[in-house]
């Protein structure tokens, strides 16, 4: 039998370790980034409002709220596509997908994109999108 203290002790190692429940990593598993942004794009992830800017990183089951006459640009890695939403608009974006759930259509992009790649390179430059 373990001893609650010792319970404890095994739980706040798994987290530091990176070992925590399957659902806490799943809710800040990275799903997309945004290539670009017109007008004013607010994220709602964990509760807390964000403006959306270039590069940022979008997580796992983020409502994005665009206001009239804004746009933002994302590559969604599942998908491997950029994603285009004009506002007035409100989308849920989420490892499977994006979808709209008031407001305007996606339109899809036929370029194709990446998630960005770790290296192991010291410097440089990095790029994300597709080699051509």
């Known amino acids: 039998m373990v001893r609650p203290s010792t319970a404890s002790a095994i739980v706040v190692v798994s987290m530091v370790y990176g070992l925590a429940p399957l659902g806490a990593q799943e809710s800040l598993r990275e799903v997309a980034f945004v290539e670009a942004v017109t007008g004013r794009a607010v994220a709602l992830a964990s509760g807390t409002p964000t403006l959306l800017e270039p590069l940022d990183v979008i997580s796992d089951r983020t409502r994005v709220d665009l206001l009239a006459s804004s746009e933002v640009r994302i590559c969604h890695y599942l998908t491997r596509r950029f994603l285009t939403v004009k506002g007035p608009a409100r989308i849920m974006v989420s490892a499977a997908g994006v979808t709209v759930e008031a407001g305007k259509g996606l ?21 994300r999108g597709s080699a051509k």
């Open 107 to 127: 339109g899809i992009a036929g370029e194709t994109c990446n998630p960005p790649l770790a290296t192991s390179t010291q410097g440089g430059m990095v790029a």
